[in-house]
């Protein structure tokens, strides 16, 4: 055991314990480590942009190669990505070489696009790309091919390998810089998107991009020339290795989205998307016209995995006028409804939201970033571990685990853990760290949420009930009805007469072994017919110590 209070220590102290981590000690066991999907992220606090920030993020996610799945070759992996902000120190210098003017910062988006390796629909889709980009009152400026070494991946990546273009797009003179332009922008890739089959963009937005694919960790940095460069800097940057359980990985599966990664899963995914299409019939968005409106729809893509329809949505939230944070505690709530020492204007700001929408819930940690602000969120349970320390010289640095970066100890000046339900949030505008509850109580003070339930909210047990008796049925009706309906003496004794007497379900295993009902000689009960969909696997048990 002393070994391992040692490697604890270390790993407490410093951010590289990588070596440690590959030797067996006391207790721990290296085979445990392959688990579910890395996250991380590096921010310079003040905003200011470096080729360092780009390059210690690199790190990071070649750090967390052990929560990166591989083929049994071990030469293709699921899937990994890099988020950062468009350098235009770099992009105007490559866009020079091709004649291309970019204007200043924040004049064009950059799209990261997926095409067909066929010549023939890939000009196609270019030329259709050109055309909505018009129709929606924007210059398109051109083409550039994206510099990469396919010699450096496995043989089915390469296989089913995309050929990788940007496209560079003007901003209109009567369009503000940033979310504005962004938000025409992502009506035009909806467009697209809903016209064209064949072609993935990865991203398009005048203030992040993304570059990801589907290889190992340690090919991300030697598959794109762009990383490599010197002249790309970034104040922002997160990482993400993938570890598929839910979807087969692809090239266009794996993380990043375009403004979140994500470790764990959202069990409640399928409802959460179901949800969110039905509510489409009475859906308004005042920053979008309503012609705009149509253009986006449906929200959600529901082929993507659990965290590009999060995504989806949380892109929706943002592009119709919502703040990027607001909208993630919306989705993502932290437990309210029994928590005693929560101000009554906050639960007031929950409950209001929770009429609107349901929580995206699951053993999940979330990064997210617009361009401008970084921010992480942890499950309500927190199930999912992430760490972060902040520099002497002003740099957040946050993975799923310690032991990703190598800092001196003498530059952490905070070294903390994210806890269940809370928020950080670095704003690289004002060049800040915004504490959870700074953040949140200015979210529910901002408008009178409590007067707002108060007057309109109505409750189940202050409706009004029939003085009416129930029908009840005894004797051989009742037997007769049980009978038709596939009530047997087990689930009556087992199931009914425990909730009839405590108000409770009984505890059950969450696993069913049983045969389904369409197979069985006896008539079921309807409510057999269905089942609970939920991932199970990768969810670690709730124990004492959590």
């Given at each position: 055991?002393?070994?391992?209070?040692?490697?604890?220590?270390?790993?407490?102290?410093?951010?590289?314990?990588?070596?440690?981590?590959?030797?067996?000690?006391?207790?721990?066991?290296?085979g445990y480590e392959h688990?579910?999907?890395?996250?991380?992220?590096?921010?310079?606090?003040?905003?200011?942009?470096?080729?360092?920030?780009?390059?210690?993020?690199?790190?990071?996610?070649?750090?967390?190669?052990?929560?990166?799945?591989?083929?049994?070759?071990?030469?293709?992996?699921?899937?990994?990505?890099?988020?950062?902000?468009?350098?235009?120190?770099?992009?105007?210098?490559?866009?020079?070489?091709?004649?291309?003017?970019?204007?200043?910062?924040?004049?064009?988006?950059?799209?990261?696009?997926?095409?067909?390796?066929?010549?023939?629909?890939?000009?196609?889709?270019?030329?259709?790309?050109?055309?909505?980009?018009?129709?929606?009152?924007?210059?398109?400026?051109?083409?550039?091919?994206?510099?990469?070494?396919?010699?450096?991946?496995?043989?089915?990546?390469?296989?089913?390998?995309?050929?990788?273009?940007?496209?560079?797009?003007?901003?209109?003179?009567?369009?503000?810089?940033?979310?504005?332009?962004?938000?025409?922008?992502?009506?035009?890739?909806?467009?697209?998107?809903?016209s064209n089959d064949d072609?993935?963009?990865?991203?398009?937005?005048?203030?992040?991009?993304?570059?990801?694919?589907?290889?190992?960790?340690?090919?991300?940095?030697?598959?794109?020339?762009?990383?490599?460069?010197?002249?790309?800097?970034?104040?922002?940057?997160?990482?993400?290795?993938?570890?598929?359980?839910?979807?087969?990985?692809?090239?266009?599966?794996?993380?990043?989205?375009?403004?979140?990664?994500?470790?764990?899963?959202?069990?409640?995914?399928?409802?959460?998307?179901?949800?969110?299409?039905?509510?489409?019939?009475?859906?308004?968005?005042?920053?979008?016209?309503?012609?705009?409106?149509?253009?986006?729809?449906?929200?959600?893509?529901?082929?993507?995995?659990?965290?590009?329809?999060?995504?989806?949505?949380?892109?929706?939230?943002?592009?119709?006028?919502?703040?990027?944070?607001?909208?993630?505690?919306?989705?993502?709530?932290?437990?309210?409804?029994?928590?005693?020492?929560?101000?009554?204007?906050?639960?007031?700001?929950?409950?209001?939201?929770?009429?609107?929408m349901e929580p995206w819930?699951?053993?999940?940690?979330?990064?997210?970033?617009?361009?401008?602000?970084?921010?992480?969120?942890?499950?309500?349970?927190?199930?999912?571990?992430?760490?972060?320390?902040?520099?002497?010289?002003?740099?957040?640095?946050?993975?799923?685990?310690?032991?990703?970066?190598?800092?001196?100890?003498?530059?952490?000046?905070?070294?903390?853990?994210?806890?269940?339900?809370?928020?950080?949030?670095?704003?690289?505008?004002?060049?800040?760290?915004?504490?959870?509850?700074?953040?949140?109580?200015?979210?529910?003070?901002?408008?009178?949420?409590?007067?707002?339930?108060?007057?309109?909210?109505?409750?189940?047990?202050?409706?009004?009930?029939?003085?009416?008796?129930?029908?009840?049925?005894?004797?051989?009706?009742?037997?007769?009805?049980?009978?038709?309906?596939?009530?047997?003496?087990?689930?009556?004794?087992?199931?009914?007469?425990?909730?009839?007497?405590?108000?409770?379900?009984?505890?059950?295993?969450?696993?069913?072994?049983?045969?389904?009902?369409?197979?069985?000689?006896?008539?079921?009960?309807?409510?057999?017919?269905?089942?609970?969909?939920?991932?199970?696997?990768?969810?670690?048990?709730?124990?004492?110590?959590?």
């Open positions: 055991m002393k070994e391992q209070t040692t490697y604890k220590k270390d790993a407490l102290n410093r951010f590289s314990v990588s070596d440690a981590g590959k030797q067996a000690a006391g207790m721990y066991d290296p688990d579910n999907c890395g996250i991380g992220s590096v921010v310079n606090i003040k905003g200011i942009k470096t080729h360092e920030t780009v390059e210690n993020a690199l790190k990071i996610v070649e750090n967390l190669k052990h929560r990166a799945g591989k083929d049994a070759e071990g030469k293709t992996g699921d899937g990994v990505g890099i988020l950062l902000q468009i350098s235009h120190k770099f992009f105007s210098k490559v866009a020079k070489q091709l004649g291309i003017e970019l204007g200043e910062e924040r004049d064009y988006g950059v799209g990261m696009f997926f095409f067909p390796q066929d010549e023939l629909k890939r000009n196609r889709a270019k030329k259709m790309f050109e055309v909505i980009v018009g129709k929606e009152g924007m210059e398109f400026l051109g083409w550039r091919e994206v510099p990469t070494d396919p010699t450096k991946l496995g043989q089915k990546a390469v296989d089913c390998m995309p050929y990788i273009m940007q496209g560079f797009v003007k901003r209109p003179a009567d369009v503000e810089k940033g979310l504005a332009f962004d938000r025409k922008l992502y009506v035009a890739r909806r467009v697209f998107e809903q072609t993935y963009v990865v991203s398009l937005s005048s203030r992040t991009i993304v570059y990801k694919g589907m290889f190992l960790v340690e090919q991300l940095r030697l598959f794109f020339a762009d990383l490599q460069d010197k002249d790309y800097e970034s104040a922002i940057a997160t990482v993400h290795s993938r570890f598929s359980t839910n979807t087969n990985p692809s090239w266009e599966r794996a993380h990043p989205n375009r403004f979140i990664v994500h470790n764990g899963e959202i069990n409640t995914i399928k409802g959460n998307a179901d949800k969110m299409l039905a509510r489409e019939e009475t859906m308004c968005a005042p920053r979008f016209s309503a012609d705009d409106l149509t253009k986006v729809l449906p929200v959600v893509n529901t082929n993507g995995s659990d965290s590009a329809m999060l995504d989806n949505t949380l892109e929706f939230l943002v592009m119709s006028g919502m703040d990027l944070p607001l909208a993630v505690m919306i989705m993502i709530p932290e437990p309210w409804a029994n928590n005693s020492i929560m101000s009554q204007k906050k639960k007031d700001f929950y409950q209001y939201y929770a009429t609107m819930d699951g053993p999940a940690s979330i990064l997210f970033s617009d361009g401008d602000i970084m921010g992480a969120v942890l499950d309500r349970n927190g199930l999912r571990p992430s760490r972060y320390y902040i520099t002497t010289d002003d740099y957040l640095i946050l993975s799923s685990e310690v032991g990703v970066l190598e800092i001196e100890p003498e530059r952490i000046k905070v070294k903390e853990r994210l806890r269940p339900g809370k928020m950080l949030l670095v704003d690289t505008v004002k060049g800040e760290v915004i504490d959870d509850n700074e953040l949140k109580d200015s979210y529910a003070n901002m408008q009178p949420y409590g007067e707002w339930l108060d007057r309109n909210l109505v409750e189940l047990k202050d409706l009004k009930i029939p003085n009416e008796r129930v029908i009840e049925h005894r004797g051989e009706d009742l037997n007769r009805l049980q009978k038709a309906f596939g009530y047997t003496y087990e689930s009556t004794k087992d199931t009914i007469l425990p909730m009839a007497r405590n108000g409770a379900e009984s505890i059950a295993a969450m696993g069913i072994d049983s045969p389904i009902p369409v197979l069985s000689k006896d008539q079921q009960p309807l409510f057999n017919y269905f089942k609970q969909l939920f991932a199970q696997v990768t969810n670690p048990p709730i124990d004492c110590i959590r």
